[in-house]
């Protein structure tokens, strides 16, 4: 794995050598970034964005979009194989820790906490486990952080499908095994 593009390109990631975490593809990767970049429905400005990255394992998503200059990520991994790895990724690119936030904890429980009613993201990408049985929770704990202008980027199981009121789905894109949702809160 490595970085696609900006400061950091073709950086390497390391990554769990166990199936604790599923790798974000370069492929799956490259696409999202294109999407989010060039699609006349998005157009996302990655400079000075603050993005949560939720599930990071070993930061891919993250990484790419400190890269592409964005002012802040906010990392969440309950594993602690992946999140250590996750920290010697964030150390090994020098990145600052203004930069990049790594919580080591439940994505769940996070939501639930206080601590993520101070930050203001503009791109929120989550990456569960494909066996995840409870992601409309998560959505609907996100609202409470989320508006109207900010991107939610899905990552799932082909054949998984996301159906929740809140959200309006932009775009969805199928990548072998990986199912690619963008969408935006649907405020009415």
């Excluded at 600052?96 to 769940?108: M, Y």
């Excluded at 066996?131 to 900010?150: C, G, H, Y």
Aim: net charge positive.
């Amino acid at each position: 794995m490595r970085i696609i593009s900006g400061k950091y390109k073709g950086k390497k990631i390391l990554f769990p050598k166990k199936s604790i975490t599923r790798p974000l593809r370069d492929r799956v990767k490259e696409n999202i970034f294109n999407i989010l970049q060039h699609s006349n429905k998005i157009q996302f400005e990655f400079k000075n964005s603050i993005v949560l990255d939720l599930f990071s394992g070993s930061g891919s998503f993250g990484l790419e979009c400190l890269s592409r200059d964005v002012s802040k990520v906010f990392f969440f991994e309950k594993n602690l194989e992946a999140f250590s790895i996750l920290k010697k990724n964030l150390n090994t690119l020098n990145i600052l820790s203004e930069n990049a936030i790594a919580i080591n904890d439940d994505v769940s429980l996070i939501l639930k906490n206080k601590l993520l009613d101070q930050i203001k993201p503009n791109l929120i990408f989550l990456d569960p486990p494909f066996v995840i049985k409870n992601i409309n929770s998560i959505i609907n704990d996100l609202k409470k952080i989320i508006n109207r202008k900010n991107i939610l980027v899905i990552h799932t199981n082909s054949e998984n499908n996301i159906d929740n009121k809140e959200l309006n789905f932009i775009e969805e894109r199928v990548y072998g095994v990986s199912k690619i949702y963008f969408a935006k809160l649907n405020l009415t």
